[in-house]
């Protein structure tokens, strides 16, 4: 089933899996401490505001990620002027949305969490220098990437413990997100400076080639902005009708799900979307042998990641997390299953990327998001984060598994392959 892909492209994919690993252990240390010490409504708090910036992302990011991989891998010769173009056009946007946010909270009036809004914006802001695992990505050189994650990770973690210990408070903590990404930007920038990989006198702004990326990622922009609001549609439901507890024992599940299991599929499939582009470009029957095994992959991931929480989900709850996350155990068996879904997703929206229809993304998304508000409406004030957890399941296999069989082209396709 594997043997479509290369030994390089494997290799790529040891290095993101080993280092998802790492995260992983080390999220089950000390995150779950971290929950516990700050307790859910200020945990509840921490997650609202990310989710609010986080319907924001579209306009930090302008969904250039795929897009500048997939021109990098088709014109490797214009790699440093992909690179300075997607840099400052992600600057100039990130300074528009920050100045707009100093704007709202200078005119409105004052907020407890405002300080949160700006630590987390500021976070965006060293995120920047995510372009460059652009080009790594690219390259395959997914072991530098490593080097850079698992270094911040330490320091991360060192200090996230030492918080724990001496009780500070949710601003610390929030803190702590800017410094990993400042971090992880600055090893990059060293270790491809050192390999004379940048050039930073090439580094300059083209307006023609900022347009085309743009032209080619706004289908991407919008859809990631319906993602954002699908993610962010539970939380405002939980913080209108029950508050910043409920939101904190749902920020739990999320991180067990999401921030552990979820990450891990999401590596394999990053790491071997390269490999999908080339194939895409000189192979068509190779292509689709690609395509298929890693549905294969996935599904299998997605199905080990939802029985392993449906066994042991209530015995993790118990002895990593304190007495106020009981509530957690039953919205994490329903959710651990939405992986599954998502995963299949996410292999068919790199199909999209490669045959430029990314705006079945945005009416995949937009089904998505209907349907999640329909459903958080109706279950969110009866059951609360149960009811939360059961609308993103439903809505995750809307979007990622119906629209596919709703959409003939694609349901022609999928048939076609199996």
């Not at 030994?7 to 929950?35: N, Y």
């Not at 997703?345 to 490669?354: C, R």
């Amino acid at each position: 089933m594997t043997s479509v892909f290369t030994k390089s492209d494997f290799i790529a994919t040891k290095w993101f899996a080993l280092e998802k690993i790492i995260q992983l252990i080390a999220g089950v240390f000390i995150v779950p401490q971290i929950f516990s010490a700050l307790g859910s409504i200020d945990i509840g708090k921490l997650k609202f505001v990310e989710s609010v910036l986080g319907l924001l992302t579209p306009l930090f990011f302008l969904g250039l990620s795929a897009i500048c991989i997939r021109e990098l891998v088709f014109h490797p010769k214009r790699d440093q002027l992909i690179l300075a173009t997607a840099f400052y056009l992600r600057m100039i946007s990130w300074s528009v949305v920050f100045i707009g946010i100093l704007i709202y909270f200078g005119l409105a009036e004052g907020t407890a969490l405002s300080g949160l809004y700006l630590i987390i914006a500021c976070s965006y802001l060293f995120k920047l220098t995510d372009v460059f695992e652009y080009y790594l990505l690219a390259k395959k050189w997914t072991k530098i990437i490593f080097i850079s994650k698992i270094s911040s990770l330490c320091i991360i973690v060192a200090l996230q413990y030492y918080g724990v210990k001496n009780q500070f408070d949710v601003y610390y903590f929030a803190k702590l997100i800017v410094l990993d990404f400042c971090i992880q930007g600055l090893i990059y920038a060293i270790i491809l400076k050192h390999k004379k990989q940048l050039d930073f006198k090439q580094w300059k702004f083209s307006w023609k080639l900022g347009a085309s990326l743009l032209r080619m990622s706004f289908p991407l922009i919008l859809s990631n902005g319906l993602v954002m609001f699908y993610i962010a549609i539970d939380e405002l439901f939980l913080k209108y009708f029950y508050g910043d507890h409920e939101n904190g024992i749902f920020a739990s599940v999320q991180f067990l799900v999401i921030g552990l299991s979820w990450n891990i599929g999401f590596s394999i499939i990053n790491a071997l979307y390269p490999s999908l582009a080339e194939s895409f470009q000189v192979n068509t029957a190779l292509y689709r042998k690609k395509i298929k095994a890693l549905l294969k992959i996935m599904l299998f991931l997605g199905v080990a990641i939802g029985g392993f929480y449906t066994i042991f989900g209530n015995t993790i709850l118990e002895t990593f997390f304190s007495e106020t996350y009981k509530e957690a155990k039953t919205p994490l068996l329903i959710f651990s299953w939405a992986p599954l879904f998502i995963f299949l997703g996410m292999v068919y929206e790199k199909h999209l990327i490669n045959t430029e229809a990314l705006q079945k993304n945005v009416y995949r998304f937009g089904l998505g998001c209907l349907s999640n508000l329909i459903l958080c409406y109706l279950l969110i004030p009866v059951w609360g984060v149960n009811g939360a957890a059961i609308a993103v399941l439903i809505s995750h296999f809307i979007t990622n598994i119906a629209y596919v069989f709703l959409d003939t082209e694609s349901r022609k396709q999928v048939f076609s392959m199996f």
